[in-house]
């Protein structure tokens, strides 16, 4: 039984990119998101993007994520030498490909 606790957050406006955080595996994330959008929207990735094969989707891995604060409501994800002094976490960058 794993103990992971995955969390999905979607990103930008078009809604075509997620934050996937608490796995280190790839076709967990790809669940994940599957599954995230299924709740969210009632319909699967394939019916909201009109796509007529399976979604393919791209992963971006990385340990250095970090997150500035723009307003109060609103951040943007930074990773790399901009989030040295940052709180950093691991997670995966999903894009429908």
Known sequence: ??????TVQTMGEDGAQWLVTGTTDAHSADEAVRQHVEH???????????ADELV??????????AWVPMT????YLIHG???VSR?????????AA
């Open 72 to 75: 109060y409501d609103a951040s």
């Open 40 to 50: 969210e929207s009632g319909e699967t990735i394939e019916a909201l993007l009109d």
């Open 87 to 95: 709180l950093q976490f691991a997670g995966y960058l999903v894009s």
């Open 1 to 6: 039984m794993s103990t992971e606790t995955i």
């Open 81 to 83: 030498e901009d989030s």
């Open 56 to 65: 393919e989707f791209a992963f971006q891995h990385r340990t250095d994520w």
